[in-house]
């Protein structure tokens, strides 16, 4: 046991070799537990990888096909109008840049788009958080994008994304009828007259010649465009109300603006494509005389109130005084006492009183207009008569 052999026998002994043998089996399994946590954690951060992908990817896809449906449904409305994005309009009024008018529920800009070739358009932005902006929206593209007319402004197309409501319009250069009337200078007599029957045979169109009739609820001189040829456009269908086909009459809140709303609005009755023809005979009035409803400037009292004036000066015999230094009107009296008495017409209180909006020949030269008018029936309106005018 002491010698060197035994020694080195000893040396050679395997308990070491069997604790050495021991290291290798040890270092394998924690090499293994090394590897399998390793492919473990890997593979959990590449499944989360994946998995974070694959929701991301779902994520977006369900937000395009919501986008989609947003702007290409179309079928909503049942119509054939374009479906513009919003950053089509974004880009088409440089940033909704230049304004050329503000409503009740958004804000008109001019814009330019590729219809077709490149056309300027009126891009009309509704509030996306104005429940009226919403109704107005649906109302106008129902109402508006079924009709075809010289004179109603053209719907183009339309912008349903997400909270972006749109209308996109034929851009009209000479703006509106009111600008028309009241500025400087006066416009002529004859075109007057024009843009008058222009009004009435659009009126015509959507009280009777349109699948169901369409009631605007809001004519007035902002509300018709005129073109660059000076025909004139109804525009503005927000408030519009569609009837249904053989309906003549429908209850709903009160519609319009001041000076302009029937009496009946007021009644909680129902109500008509008359209460058009009594806006329209208010407007009429502005487009005889070019002055507002009521005018501050007067002294007299009696002028301050115009349909009150138009009455005065018709049963009086002075209608001279209604243009006066506007010397076509004046010398052309008998169109100007057939449009008086026309316009008095359409204001009566009681809409049963009131012409219907009839189409019939336009004959300019004795100027009977769309109502097919003759003296003794517009007597009526004035108690001269018992007879009753056709509704």
């Given at each position: 046991m002491s010698n060197g052999r035994q020694g080195a026998a000893l040396a050679f002994v395997k308990v070491m070799k069997g604790i050495v043998s021991s290291d290798p089996i040890s270092n394998s399994k924690h090499d293994k537990k090394v590897i399998w946590l390793s492919v473990l954690f890997g593979s959990s951060g590449l499944f989360n990888i994946l998995l974070l992908g694959v929701i991301s990817l779902m994520v977006f896809s369900r937000r395009q096909r919501k986008s989609r449906k947003d702007i290409n449904d179309s079928s909503v409305f049942e119509t054939n109008l374009h479906v513009f994005t919003f950053e089509e309009l974004r880009k088409a009024t440089d940033e909704f840049k230049e304004e050329l008018g503000r409503g009740s529920f958004g804000i008109v800009y001019k814009g330019v788009v590729k219809y077709g070739s490149k056309t300027q358009v009126a891009v009309k932005k509704l509030d996306k958080l104005s429940q009226g902006g919403e109704k107005e929206f649906k109302a106008e593209v129902t109402a508006i994008g079924r009709t075809h007319h010289k004179n109603l402004v053209q719907l183009l197309g339309y912008c349903y994304e997400g909270p972006h409501r749109i209308l996109v319009y034929e851009f009209m250069s000479n703006g509106s009828l009111a600008n028309f009337l009241f500025g400087i200078p006066r416009p002529d007599w004859y075109q007057r007259v024009q843009v008058?029957?222009?009004?009435?045979?659009?009126?015509?169109?959507?009280?009777?010649?349109?699948?169901?009739?369409?009631?605007h609820c809001d004519i007035k001189p902002q509300n018709i465009l005129i073109d660059e040829l000076f025909i004139p456009r109804i525009s503005d269908f927000g408030l519009a109300k569609s009837l249904e086909l053989n309906q003549?009459?429908?209850?709903?809140?009160?519609?319009?603006?001041?000076?302009?709303?029937?009496?009946?609005?007021?009644?909680?009755?129902?109500?008509?494509?008359?209460?058009?023809?009594?806006?329209?005979?208010?407007?009429?009035?502005?487009?005889?005389?070019?002055?507002?409803?009521?005018?501050?400037?007067?002294?007299?009292e009696e002028r301050a109130i115009l349909t009150d004036w138009a009455y005065d000066c018709f049963r009086e015999g002075t209608l001279e005084a209604l243009v006066e230094n506007d010397d076509a009107a004046m010398n052309d009296i008998e169109t100007l006492r057939r449009w008086v008495m026309t316009a008095i017409w359409c204001v009566q209180?009681?809409?049963?009183?009131?012409?219907?909006?009839?189409?019939?020949?336009?004959?300019?030269?004795?100027?009977?207009?769309?109502?097919?008018?003759?003296?003794?029936?517009?007597?009526?309106?004035?108690?001269?008569?018992?007879?009753t005018p056709p509704n």
């Amino acid at each position: 046991m002491s010698n060197g052999r035994q020694g080195a026998a000893l040396a050679f002994v395997k308990v070491m070799k069997g604790i050495v043998s021991s290291d290798p089996i040890s270092n394998s399994k924690h090499d293994k537990k090394v590897i399998w946590l390793s492919v473990l954690f890997g593979s959990s951060g590449l499944f989360n990888i994946l998995l974070l992908g694959v929701i991301s990817l779902m994520v977006f896809s369900r937000r395009q096909r919501k986008s989609r449906k947003d702007i290409n449904d179309s079928s909503v409305f049942e119509t054939n109008l374009h479906v513009f994005t919003f950053e089509e309009l974004r880009k088409a009024t440089d940033e909704f840049k230049e304004e050329l008018g503000r409503g009740s529920f958004g804000i008109v800009y001019k814009g330019v788009v590729k219809y077709g070739s490149k056309t300027q358009v009126a891009v009309k932005k509704l509030d996306k958080l104005s429940q009226g902006g919403e109704k107005e929206f649906k109302a106008e593209v129902t109402a508006i994008g079924r009709t075809h007319h010289k004179n109603l402004v053209q719907l183009l197309g339309y912008c349903y994304e997400g909270p972006h409501r749109i209308l996109v319009y034929e851009f009209m250069s000479n703006g509106s009828l009111a600008n028309f009337l009241f500025g400087i200078p006066r416009p002529d007599w004859y075109q007057r007259v024009q843009v008058a029957l222009g009004i009435a045979r659009g009126l015509v169109y959507l009280h009777e010649e349109c699948t169901t009739p369409i009631i605007h609820c809001d004519i007035k001189p902002q509300n018709i465009l005129i073109d660059e040829l000076f025909i004139p456009r109804i525009s503005d269908f927000g408030l519009a109300k569609s009837l249904e086909l053989n309906q003549t009459q429908t209850h709903t809140g009160i519609r319009g603006t001041r000076g302009y709303i029937a009496s009946e609005w007021f009644r909680n009755v129902l109500v008509t494509v008359k209460v058009d023809v009594y806006s329209f005979g208010v407007m009429l009035l502005k487009i005889i005389c070019c002055r507002k409803s009521v005018a501050q400037e007067f002294e007299n009292e009696e002028r301050a109130i115009l349909t009150d004036w138009a009455y005065d000066c018709f049963r009086e015999g002075t209608l001279e005084a209604l243009v006066e230094n506007d010397d076509a009107a004046m010398n052309d009296i008998e169109t100007l006492r057939r449009w008086v008495m026309t316009a008095i017409w359409c204001v009566q209180e009681d809409p049963l009183q009131r012409p219907a909006m009839r189409k019939s020949q336009l004959n300019y030269s004795t100027v009977l207009l769309v109502f097919g008018i003759i003296d003794d029936l517009m007597h009526y309106a004035f108690g001269l008569t018992n007879s009753t005018p056709p509704n």
